[in-house]
Nanobody, 124 residues
């Protein structure tokens, strides 16, 4: 059974940094892209970032470009999201996901597996 488990969320202040991690089990994901999405209260699921299997290509939402960095470790079956210069608008539940293609797609339908999510709250 494939499982994805996110960690690293929490309450932080504007301007601070957080690092989210996602560990996969049940199969290896080294042949496909992985990504991060988020969902704020009352809003739909939003693409944040994605990365190809070899980490050669990354894709970011405009709202996080220059502040967030996605990375992966295929040996550990993990994908991380380093979030810097956090803003209150970054408040959301963050989900990691595994695609069925090797493309850093922003479309949720390109992702087969999803974690349960981790809450990130940015507030002063």
């Amino acid at each position: 059974q494939v499982q994805l488990a996110e960690s690293g969320g929490g309450l932080t202040q504007p301007g601070d940094s957080l690092r989210l991690s996602c560990a996969g089990s049940g199969r290896t994901f080294s042949s496909v892209a992985m990504g991060w999405f988020r969902q704020a209260p009352g809003k739909g699921r939003e693409f944040v970032a994605a990365i190809t299997r070899g980490s050669t290509i990354t894709n970011y939402a405009d709202s996080v470009k220059g502040r967030f960095t996605i990375s992966r470790d295929n040996a550990k079956n993990t994908v991380d999201l380093q979030m810097n210069s956090l803003k209150p608008d970054d408040t959301a539940v963050y989900y990691c996901a595994v695609a069925h293609i090797n493309s850093p797609s922003p479309r949720p339908r390109d992702y087969d597996y999803w974690g349960q999510g981790t809450q990130v709250t940015v507030s002063s």
